[in-house]
């Protein structure tokens, strides 16, 4: 756990009672912190750039990825129409040839 200097933050709060405000720091003791304080928020911003265009990457490969399932899943739908049109072909070659059989009797081995 992190140490404070003068207690924790919320040691104050007991029942409702109200925060006491820290007691002001000297000048010379807060520059080091607000020189601490920019340093970590213009890091924030940097990892806060490098995250949006993380995003932007992603969706852009995202994007690929739904463009290509979409154009697979046109392919998927005309190749399942042409099995089902060949099996019907098939169907009805299989018919005349059974309709040609009954019409010139059983096939002599």
């Known amino acids: 756990m992190t140490s404070f200097q ?22 010379t003791a807060a520059e080091p912190d607000f020189d601490r304080l920019e340093r970590v928020v213009i890091a924030l911003v940097e990892r806060h750039r490098e995250a949006v265009r993380e995003n932007l990457r992603l969706r852009g490969l995202l994007e690929d990825r739904d463009q ?24 009805d ?3 005349q040839i059974q309709l040609l059989e009954n019409q010139f009797g059983p096939a002599h081995d």
């Open 68 to 91: 290509r399932l979409r154009l697979l899943d046109g392919q998927l739908l005309e190749l399942n129409q042409r099995r089902q049109d060949v099996g019907k072909r098939i169907d």
């Open 6 to 27: 003068r207690g924790r933050y919320d040691a104050g709060v007991a029942r409702g009672a109200a925060i006491p405000l820290p007691t002001p720091l000297s000048q």
């Open 93 to 95: 070659l299989v018919a």
